[in-house]
């Protein structure tokens, strides 16, 4: 608080203006920024401005808001009659307390009760109303400054209920797993539930509570609570939850998890002491969720098996195992010159429309069948773009290893701030019991501006571009989760396929850069490349992979040879002669290869292509076996060429996929099937 807002606030404990007139003007300033702008133009006369202050705002507000005026400080007054709140609350000498009861006290229980907050809080003037209130059947529920402890026969009865049935359905679980429920095992149930009835020991039901100061566009900003977490979910009173952002000195800011709806300033929250996460099970596969982990796919109910909180610390390097197996995209641009590691985190950048989903659904249907379960988060995308890429993933059979989280642009900033944390936490869910996982965010772009919105409504200090001085932490502490775990822990993999969208192709925008320094390499989508109908539209120059070779299988390393060079040389070749009417004859081949290999590396939609058909086609191309063939022709001589090696070339398949090593003696069995294919 600043001196001149000390004796701001000073002047307004000397006025005595009571709590209520504070918050209306409060309330009057937010709603109406015009009115302190007005009230601080040097045009405006004083005259004027002590008549929009008598008409808008309480009798004892008056004079005090006359002297900020004359002070020039109306710019602050928000921020003054905020801080005059907390003074408020802070000066309270007596402490109020709430006792429901359904038997009323004695004048001892009474007595009693007065001594336990007085000692509790540490005041000698305790304020108690008591309130007669059936609902809670017997027992009493007392609130009194931050806490609420519940006595009463109602609670108990509902932690009895929650008690006797966990129980039966662990000896119900049981019985599924051995024989059928005879004589014995029901016998077994009444002892289990007259164990449970003689020990059940019922809790003090003791809860930390605060209450709502201020409340709007999905933020709360609460009162007490004074020792939650960072990250804690909170449960207001309508039922609805949130997640603690902010921690402040007096308040703490809640994004709320849901509706609004019947909340108002004064509304009670209470903690809750868990982490935000997320219910994990194996149904969840073949299934589309919510951020929240809920069905929305109209199949029924996904029962959890456990809870993931959806931030956790990522793997620490002593867990983790170099990358060293490829992930096959089935995109032959990609996983010749870019190859992407099990555990790797590739970035897939480019402006919209030009192809990005379209590489990660490639690569999610060409996992089918080879163990790698796949988790597809959208973000912020409109719900019928969502439907079709589950649509395309249901017509290839892709689904049945597949979990789609759904966040889409109709739904709150903090579902689409927590989807990517909650898609991570299914796939550890996976990773931890060491199966490879792929997950794909589509896209962080839109993750960073809901998380900027959600900022900006918390008060967080705007950075460039306007997003909050975390944004970098933002993503990296979620692509930081991504690794390949050893045999210790599991030696489960857990793959990222961040995307991100770029306007005009300008990848040095912040969010651009930020995410391309946390990841693994990028593969860079080109606008131009794509409208001319090089698709998928990968700039060969701008595009890398860190891992590299060490993620690449021996027989693809040896098949593509010096791939990326010959386009290198061909596409510096091309604008060069672009000019040149006379070509010589090096240059000329030079230029055929070029095309020839810019064409075989055209890929249609939802087609990947299997291991063994990218190195054949490979080594074909780089020994000339296509050099003869129209370019207009070579999709469909390619087509002919793999359907004639799967009818006589089945040995050579087999032996590619299963020693993953272009022998000699196996690259000349593959010449000579090409050469008879020629013939």
């Not at 409060?26 to 008409?55: M, Q, W, Y």
């Not at 596409?571 to 070509?583: P, Y």
Request: proline fraction near 4%; hydrophobic fraction near 40%.
């Amino acid at each position: 608080m600043s001196d001149f807002g000390k004796d701001y606030i000073k002047e307004l404990f000397r006025l005595e203006v009571p709590q209520e007139d504070a918050d209306r003007a409060l309330s009057i300033f937010r709603s109406e920024p015009d009115i302190a702008a007005t009230l601080g133009n040097p045009l405006v006369t004083h005259d004027e401005k002590r008549s929009v202050i008598a008409k808008l705002f309480p009798e004892t507000l008056h004079r005090f808001l006359m002297s900020v005026v004359k002070g020039r400080d109306i710019d602050h007054i928000i921020e003054i009659l905020e801080d005059y709140s907390d003074a408020l609350l802070d000066r309270q000498g007596t402490i109020k307390a709430v006792v429901r009861y359904v038997t009323p006290l004695s004048e001892t229980q009474q007595a009693d009760l007065r001594k336990f907050i007085t000692e509790k809080f540490n005041k000698e003037d305790v304020a108690i109303e008591y309130r007669h209130d059936p609902d809670i059947i017997g027992g009493f529920i007392l609130n009194a400054g931050d806490y609420e402890y519940d006595k009463s026969y109602r609670t108990s009865l509902r932690l009895m209920k929650e008690s006797f049935q966990n129980k039966a359905s662990e000896v119900a679980d049981s019985a599924e797993a051995g024989d059928t429920l005879d004589g014995g095992a029901a016998s077994d149930i009444i002892s289990v539930l007259k164990t449970e009835v003689r020990d059940f020991n019922v809790r003090s039901g003791k809860t930390e509570t605060g209450f709502i100061t201020r409340i709007g566009d999905g933020i709360a900003a609460v009162y007490g609570m004074n020792n939650v977490m960072y990250g804690e979910l909170v449960e207001f009173e309508n039922g609805v939850r949130g997640i603690v952002q902010n921690l402040e000195e007096k308040t703490v800011g809640v994004v709320l998890l849901g509706d609004d709806r019947g909340l108002t300033e004064g509304s009670t929250v209470v903690r809750t002491g868990k982490r935000a996460g997320i219910g994990v099970s194996d149904e969840l596969l073949g299934r589309v969720v919510d951020a929240l982990g809920s069905p929305i796919d109209g199949l029924g109910k996904i029962n959890a098996e456990d809870y993931y909180p959806i931030e956790r610390e990522a793997p620490g390097v002593i867990e983790r195992k170099p990358v060293s197996v490829p992930l096959q995209t089935g995109i032959l641009a990609i996983d010749s010159m870019f190859p992407i590691g099990r555990g790797q985190r590739e970035l897939i950048i480019g402006d919209r429309q030009t192809g990005k989903t379209s590489i990660a659904v490639d690569t999610i249907i060409n996992q089918k069948d080879k163990n790698v379960i796949c988790v597809y988060v959208a973000i912020g995308q409109k719900s019928s773009t969502v439907a079709q890429v589950v649509n395309t993933l249901k017509k290839h059979d892709a689904m049945d290893h597949t979990v789609v989280v759904c966040a889409s642009a109709s739904d709150p900033a903090p579902f689409q701030y927590i989807s990517p944390y909650s898609g991570t936490a299914i796939a550890e869910y996976f990773m931890y019991k060491g199966r490879d996982v792929l997950i794909v965010y589509d896209d962080l772009s839109k993750h960073a501006v809901a998380y900027r919105a959600m900022s900006l409504l918390l008060h967080r200090p705007p950075g460039r571009e306007a997003y909050p001085g975390d944004v970098f932490y933002l993503h990296s502490r979620l692509l930081e989760r991504s690794s390949r775990l050893d045999d210790e822990h599991g030696g489960g993999s857990l793959t990222a396929l961040p995307v991100i969208e770029t306007l005009a192709g300008d990848i040095s925008a912040y969010i651009p850069t930020n995410v391309i320094s946390i990841t693994d390499g990028q593969i860079f989508l080109e606008s131009e490349l794509f409208n001319s109908g090089q698709r998928p539209a990968v700039n060969y120059g701008l595009s890398v992979s860190r891992v590299g070779g060490a993620a690449q299988t021996k027989a693809m390393k040896k098949a593509s040879g010096n791939l990326r060079i010959d386009l290198a040389q061909f596409k510096e070749m091309e604008i060069f002669t672009q000019f040149s009417s006379e070509l010589d004859q090096s240059t000329t081949e030079l230029l055929a290869h070029g095309h020839m290999l810019t064409e075989l590396l055209k890929q249609p939609l939802c087609a990947p292509r299997p291991h063994y058909e990218q190195v054949i086609l490979l080594y074909a191309a780089q020994h000339g076996f296509f050099n003869d063939i129209p370019l207009k022709e070579l999709r469909e001589h390619c087509t002919e060429l793999m359907g004639y090696i799967r009818s006589y070339g089945q040995d050579i398949i087999e032996e590619i996929e299963e020693n993953k090593v272009l022998t000699d003696d196996l690259a000349e069995r593959i010449e000579k099937i090409l050469t008879a294919f020629e013939e």
